[in-house]
Nanobody, 127 residues
Framework: QVQLVESGGGLVQAGGSLRLSCAAS????????MGWFRQTPGKERDIVAV????????DYADSVKGRFTISRDNAKNTVLLQMNSLKPEDTAVYYC????????????????????WGQGTQVTVSS
């Protein structure tokens, strides 16, 4: 059984930083693209950042470019999201997810292309 577990969320003041971690079990992540998505009440789940299976290609939502960095450590079967210069509008539940396809060259931005999801971690940015 595949499980993704996020950690690192919390409450931070605007301008601060957080690092989210996603640890996987039941699936060796090195053949799969990974993504971070976020969701606020009443809204759809939106892309934050995605990374391909090798870590060579990343893609970001326009709203987080230059502030967030996605990375992966295939040896540890984990994916990280470093979030800097946080803003109140970054407040959301953050989810990591694993692509359903193996060895996709370009990481997909579509939530429907991801088959396993973590339970989410709350990030709250106060003004």
């Amino acid at each position: 059984q595949v499980q993704l577990v996020e950690s690192g969320g919390g409450l931070v003041q605007a301008g601060g930083s957080l690092r989210l971690s996603c640890a996987a079990s039941g699936r060796t992540l090195r053949r799969y693209g990974m993504g971070w998505f976020r969701q606020t009440p009443g809204k759809e789940r939106d892309i934050v950042a995605v990374i391909n299976w090798s870590g060579a290609i990343t893609d970001y939502a326009d709203s987080v470019k230059g502030r967030f960095t996605i990375s992966r450590d295939n040896a540890k079967n984990t994916v990280l999201l470093q979030m800097n210069s946080l803003k109140p509008e970054d407040t959301a539940v953050y989810y990591c997810a694993s692509d359903r396809a193996q060895l996709r060259d370009w990481p997909t931005r579509r939530p429907d292309d991801y088959d396993y999801w973590g339970q989410g971690t709350q990030v709250t940015v106060s003004s």
